[in-house]
């Protein structure tokens, strides 16, 4: 009796952790230009020196041995499809420090079913 009420609980926790987890995330629609600009390069520079006013970004920089201003002075001579190549890059690399929300889940879905395990009597053992 007691092994399928913890058998039905679990298969019940794992029905609705598959929900949640197959449900799709949030997403962005937007207009995509259709040809690149004067407008769009100063948009893509103003990105970049906004990147490059940031104290990590200007520490690393001077590790390199290169100050803001050098690293502009190169970046103004690239290519209209290169800036934007680059602004788009920073742009993800900016934006990619969600990684951190997955793993929290992950170990708090973990710890949840362990907890369940251990409440109902099973024991966890890892070698």
């Known amino acids: 009796m007691r092994k399928t009420l913890c058998f039905k609980m679990i298969s019940i926790y794992l029905v609705l952790a598959i929900v949640v987890l197959t449900l799709p995330s949030q997403s962005w629609a937007m207009f995509i230009p259709t040809a690149e600009s004067v407008s769009t390069r100063q948009a893509d520079m103003v990105t970049i020196q906004k990147t490059l006013e940031s104290q990590v970004i200007k520490q ?68």
Do not use: C, K, P, W
């Open 60 to 127: 690393r920089l001077m590790d390199y041995g290169l100050s803001s201003e050098e690293a502009m002075a190169r970046i103004s001579r690239l290519s209209d499809a290169q800036t934007h190549q680059l602004a788009q890059n920073l742009d993800s690399v900016q934006a990619g420090a969600d990684g951190l929300g997955a793993v929290v889940f992950v170990l708090v879905v973990a710890i949840i079913v362990v907890l369940i395990l251990e409440l109902t009597g099973h024991h966890i053992i890892v070698r």
